[in-house]
């Protein structure tokens, strides 16, 4: 068989260590998906049930290993379903590699029949976005968009019409009047220096050592770097506050982390963000700045020079790594006798606990989504990673997923979008076979792409997956009242049965409607060989309450009552079993 074009493709992913390729076929890339068949012992494609997961699996992918990720979809349809899943890795700055199919080119232009221009549909979300147009440009084509997306931690694009896929690999190159040969480069990549200059180190060092109250803010760009944290923290006396997507990079279980920042964050980590002079931001750029201090002075470690400084005036950016940042900035840094700021927030932080565990409580029904969750994280191993959706679940999962031990967690941090909690494990179960994989998604999320159940059964990942079906639309539901509206539109009629659908298609399925049995579903889940599903009914009338109600908060529910709230009297009766637990503890 000859050689045809789409397989110099193929191997050049293969060169640079592409190992998995999440797609789903057609005419258009036909060409693409014989190249994966003819290489599949040296690269694997999954086969999924729409192309959003595919795109999210990439981004997963990517997020849990480090890694390039790579999806591919037909021309048309196929490419128009990549997009949110594209945008999540964009936003989240997540290196994903976008392989499409186009029309062949002798009708482009014409208006073909799938002919969508996906090079230009994807200009704003792919940094480097190409259409092939000759066998000779490929290698260098595909060295381009990956080195472009590792060093850019962005989106790359190749749009690669069917019959330019099909055509001989050795096809001679055109040729033509510019003093150029046909392009020819080879697969490496380096990363830029990512240490800062050593008067820029000094200028920071300076600033957190005259600090008297100093926080550090960890975002996903310190992932990597906990032992660096944790000595830096110690040396500063400093409480270790966390972004939502930067939960995994430090434990929660160390006295020296207060928790997450922001509407799903703790009441430490709120004030310490409020009490502190100094802010030291690492690897972040968290965009909810009515939560950072006014008037800190700060310091911050960004990798890219473009985003240094972007949210706070801020008085030392030090553009590099965290981990090799933090390391040449630790012997700076003189130990801090004043503790009183941090030990002040480690007692808040017993309290707080304690609030967080008697809210959790497995002896109410309907079932505290709380409890769901608190079990999940008591049963699970210690590196385990967890994936959870937009929703009243990623503050549930914020709460109460404790990471510990070699533990991740995973979720749409900056585009926020519901879906990709079950995508995300069966990427990271592909990526780390041996580690458990769960996700904790809402009734709403799930169903959205909840094929991909079939996905996981079809591979044989033993995935956990736990929904939080609350029935409706949750987290919106109480954004409308903190509005002072009546909820609307935020209920479908009926309650879907998840384990049902999971048990026929074989899986094995729990549907839990009662606290006292969800102890051992959730043990008889992660015990679970295989795939396995817990559809956990939960109390509808649970708000996702931020640390500190504020009164337009109050104010908001209260107009929502007299505006005619339909389910005032239960919600009602869970704020205030929620507060009795709260004052229990
Ligand atoms: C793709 C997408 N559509 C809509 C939204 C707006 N939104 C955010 S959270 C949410 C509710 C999610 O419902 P569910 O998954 O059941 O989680 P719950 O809040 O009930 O726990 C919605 C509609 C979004 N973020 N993403
Ligand atoms: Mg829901």
């Known amino acids: 068989m000859k050689k045809i074009a789409a397989e110099?493709?193929?191997?050049?992913?293969?060169e640079w260590e592409v190992d998995t390729v999440f797609g789903l076929p057609g005419d258009g890339i036909n060409g693409l998906t014989e190249a994966l068949r003819r290489h599949q012992d040296r690269i694997k494609f999954v086969l999924v049930h729409h192309e959003e997961a595919a795109a999210f699996m990439a981004t997963g992918y990517a997020k849990s290993t480090g890694r390039l990720g790579v999806c591919l979809a037909t021309s048309g349809p196929g490419g128009i379903h990549?997009?949110?899943?594209?945008?999540?890795?964009?936003?989240?700055?997540?290196?994903?590699?976008a392989l499409t199919g186009m029309q062949e080119l002798q009708v482009l232009g014409t208006g073909y029949q799938q002919e969508v221009h996906l090079e230009k549909l994807f200009e704003d979300v792919a940094q480097y976005n190409v259409m092939v147009y000759t066998p000779v440009q490929i290698p260098t084509l595909v060295d381009l968009a990956v080195r472009s997306a590792?060093?850019?931690h962005t989106v790359s694009h190749i749009t690669f019409p069917n019959d330019v896929q099909l055509m001989d690999a050795d096809t001679a190159a055109p040729g033509g009047p510019t003093p150029a040969r046909a392009p020819s480069t080879s697969p490496i990549f380096i990363l830029a220096p990512a240490l800062p200059r050593d008067a820029d180190l000094r200028r920071?060092?300076?600033?957190?050592?005259?600090?008297?109250?100093?926080?550090i803010l960890a975002g996903a760009g310190a992932i990597g770097a906990a032992d660096e944290l944790r000595q830096a923290a110690e040396l500063l006396g400093a409480p270790i506050v966390k972004t939502l997507s930067g939960k995994g990079s430090f434990p929660d279980d160390d006295p020296l982390s207060v928790g997450g920042l922001g509407l799903l964050g703790t009441l430490p980590a709120e004030k310490s963000m409020e009490e502190c002079d100094t802010l030291f931001m690492v690897g972040t750029n968290f965009p909810f700045t009515k939560f950072l201090p006014e008037s800190a002075r700060t310091v911050q470690i960004e990798i890219s020079p473009a985003r240094a400084g972007n949210r706070v005036p801020t008085e030392v950016p030090l553009v590099g790594g965290a981990r090799e940042t933090l390391e040449a900035l630790i012997p700076m840094l003189t130990r801090k006798t004043e503790r009183v700021f941090l030990e002040d927030r480690q007692k808040e932080m017993k309290d707080w606990w304690n609030r967080m565990t008697a809210i959790a409580d497995g002896s109410r029904n309907p079932i505290q989504p709380q409890y769901l969750m608190s079990l999940i994280d008591k049963y699970a191993s210690d590196d385990a990673i967890l994936s959870s959706d937009s929703g009243t679940i990623a503050t549930w999962s914020a709460r109460h997923w404790i990471v510990r031990g070699d533990r991740r967690f995973m979720l749409s941090g900056n585009l926020a979008t519901m879906a990709p909690g079950l995508p995300y494990t069966i990427a990271a179960q592909h990526a780390f076979p041996g580690r458990q994989c769960i996700a904790f998604v809402g009734d709403g999320g799930f169903a959205m792409l909840m094929a991909e159940l079939l996905t996981a059964i079809l591979h044989e990942l033993p995935v956990k997956i736990f929904i939080n079906n609350n029935h409706c639309f949750g987290q919106i539901l109480w954004e409308q009242m903190v509005l002072g509206f009546p909820e609307f539109g935020v209920r479908h009629s009926g309650i879907a049965n998840f384990a049902a659908f999971a048990e026929a298609n074989g899986a094995k399925a729990f549907r839990v409607e009662d606290s006292k049995d969800l102890e051992a579903a959730v043990k008889g889940a992660l015990g679970h060989p295989g795939p396995a599903l817990v559809d956990c009914l939960t109390n509808p009338d649970e708000p996702p309450m931020p640390a500190k109600v504020t009164y337009e908060m109050a104010k908001g529910f209260a107009e929502a009552f007299l505006h005619g709230q339909p389910h005032r009297v239960t919600i009602a009766s869970t704020l205030f079993k929620d507060k009795i637990a709260e004052f229990k503890a």
Do not use: S
């Open 8 to 14: 110099l493709l193929v191997e050049r992913l293969i």
């Open 82 to 97: 990549l997009l949110n899943g594209l945008y999540d890795a964009k936003l989240d700055h997540q290196p994903v590699l």
């Open 150 to 152: 590792l060093v850019n």
């Open 204 to 215: 920071a060092a300076a600033v957190l050592n005259e600090g008297k109250k100093v926080v």
